[in-house]
């Protein structure tokens, strides 16, 4: 059991500026993120893209604005739990345990909530008949590429996952890709050898078709595709890879007995605290009249849920509010030597 | 203004007066219309407020995809050659009397 301050859900831009805050002022966080980094949606979705309306940043990246944020907090040396998921929020004696997928528990006060639209997950094929085969031979990520060895592998998708594993398996497989449209976009170094390896029929390459159905026998033994036109066509398949991007599903958060309004957590925008006391939602998650959903305002929610948080992780003490010009205090935290 | 009609995948139809410079996926959330979820806001990032535009005549007239709007759609679900993000839709008197047609779900 870890025993923090606050525990906060989320490693988006909202999540980082949010524990710096809480640095600042002296309490401790441990942050929770499904991704296998830190950035949330900068990260995830536009790591390349410019953003033009972060204060007194003309403009940056995503993944420059992540790296800047994860600087900004260097010096409280918080814990991130990546790749993880929390699953369970109980309230115990005024606490709140904190429970994840990969069965780390937290002992908390406060939760901070930044989990943005919910949490990432990979888009999964539109046919019912795939379920059961997810995770055996449906698959949507590749852990260990061995297994693969000497099979026909039917991989869906046109984006650099689907290509370069095409690429990858296309040694030791039998490779079909298979993409609903001519153009890729992919790298186009990539586009340009999955066209080699398709010219000298190292992979077969499939355009405008989609899936339609997959059949076995208790084992998967052909996938069936379509083309818009009506067109089918059956393909012997021992796996078949899905790379179609990532989306944002809420997850066991919709589970914890908040308030929700579609898909936004209601909050009072004192301190951004939700109908359970000690939960806090932030960012893109939280809702409230007149909400912006920009990172701005994440940073403007994310300060004053940290001054709530102050509350209940101390009790006993009257927060003080100072400046990080001014305060001796806060430059200790910093680790600023003056 | 445009009177854009949208029709859920089960048949269900709506219709908003979609005041022009907002864009058609904008039209269907200031009016509750189900069906698009646009989780990003419309910052083409993504590809939940997919649509079809099944009247070829109407997919014709409508501003062309810009860069990324493909790239995203491939990442949709189920996407077809008259797929489009409605929120790159952006409506002006030119758009009145538009249908989309809303794919089964959006994730």
Known sequence: MIKTDVV???????????????GIIGLKCEIVDNLDKIGGQCIELYPDKP??????VPECTGEELTNNLIEQIKPFNFNFHLSDRVQE????????????LNGKQFETPNVVIAGGVGSFEPRKFPTKSTEKYHGKSVLYSIKDKTIFKDKSVIIFGGGDSALDWAIELSNSSKVTLVHRRDEFRGAPASVKKIKELSDNKTIDLITKYSIKDVKGNGSLESVEIKSELGESKVIKADYVLGFFGLIMQLGPIAEWGLNLDKKAIPVNTENFETNKKGIFAIGDICTYPGKLKLILSGFHEGALAARGCFKYARPDEKYRFEFTTA???IKDRLGVKE | MAKIKYIEFNGTEHEADVANGLSVMEGAIQNDIPGIDADCGGGMSCATCHVYINDDEWFKKLPEKEM???DMLDQAFEPKSNSRLSCQLIVSDDLDGLTVHMPEKQV
């Open chain 2, 68 to 70: 990324g709007e493909d």
């Open chain 1, 8 to 22: 906060i859900i989320g490693a988006g831009p909202t999540g980082l500026f949010c524990a710096h805050q809480l």
């Open chain 1, 327 to 329: 305060s001796s205090t």
């Open chain 1, 89 to 100: 929020l109980k309230n115990e004696k005024n606490k709140w345990i904190v429970k994840t």
């Open chain 1, 51 to 56: 953003i033009y309306d972060i204060p007194a």
